[in-house]
C-alpha cells in the first residue's frame, strides 16, 4: 500500500469540513459538551479551515490511489487534526501518515517535537504511533482529552 499526501487546495475546504465532521460525530462528538461542541463545529467549518491554511497551517488529504484514506491538519507545534477513514482503521495506515508527517517535519525544519490534544478513543493509537502522555486527561476547554507529545528528531 502507498500513500499519496495532497495538501488541501482553496475548491476542496467544503469537502474536508464535510469529512471533518463526519469523523467528529461518529468518533469525538460524546467527549465534547455542548459549547465545546459548538466551537469545534466551527474550527472545523470550510471559512476557518481556509483562514487557518492562509496563515500556515498545513492540511492533508491522506489518500491511496483516488481513494480517501484520512486527514491530517498541522502546524509547526501542533497536530489539530488526525482522522482515518473507519475501513482503514487498524491496518497501518495511520502509523504510516505519522511516519509521513515526521519525515515533512525533518525535510521542513518544522520543529524537534509535535504536540496533539488526543481524546480518549485515540490515546492507545497515538501511544503505539510515538506520542508520548505530558499531561493527565482533563475536561479543559469543553472536552475530554490528554495532551501528548512526539519527538521528532
Avoid at 20 to 40: S, V
Avoid at 69 to 97: P, T
Avoid at 117 to 129: I, W
Wanted: glycine content about 8%; cysteine-free.
Amino acid at each position: 500500500m502507498e500513500l499519496s499526501y495532497n495538501n488541501i487546495e482553496s475548491g476542496q475546504y467544503e469537502q474536508a469540513s464535510a469529512f471533518i465532521l463526519e469523523m467528529y460525530e461518529r468518533h469525538l462528538k460524546r467527549y465534547y459538551t455542548e459549547k465545546g461542541d459548538d466551537e469545534y463545529r466551527k474550527f472545523a467549518s470550510a471559512s476557518d479551515l481556509e483562514k487557518r491554511a492562509k496563515k500556515g497551517n498545513k492540511i492533508f488529504l491522506v489518500k491511496e490511489d483516488d481513494e480517501l484514506v484520512g486527514l491530517m491538519e498541522f502546524d509547526k507545534k501542533k497536530l489539530h487534526q488526525f482522522f482515518i477513514v473507519d475501513e482503514f482503521r487498524g491496518r497501518g495506515y495511520g502509523r504510516m501518515a505519522i511516519n509521513w508527517l515526521k519525515e515533512f517535519f525533518k525535510e521542513h525544519k518544522m520543529g524537534k517535537s509535535l504536540d496533539v490534544s488526543a481524546s480518549p478513543n485515540a490515546y492507545l493509537a497515538f501511544e503505539k504511533m510515538g506520542f508520548e502522555p505530558v499531561s493527565e486527561e482533563s475536561g479543559d476547554h469543553g472536552k475530554v482529552s490528554k495532551l501528548m507529545k512526539l519527538k521528532i528528531a
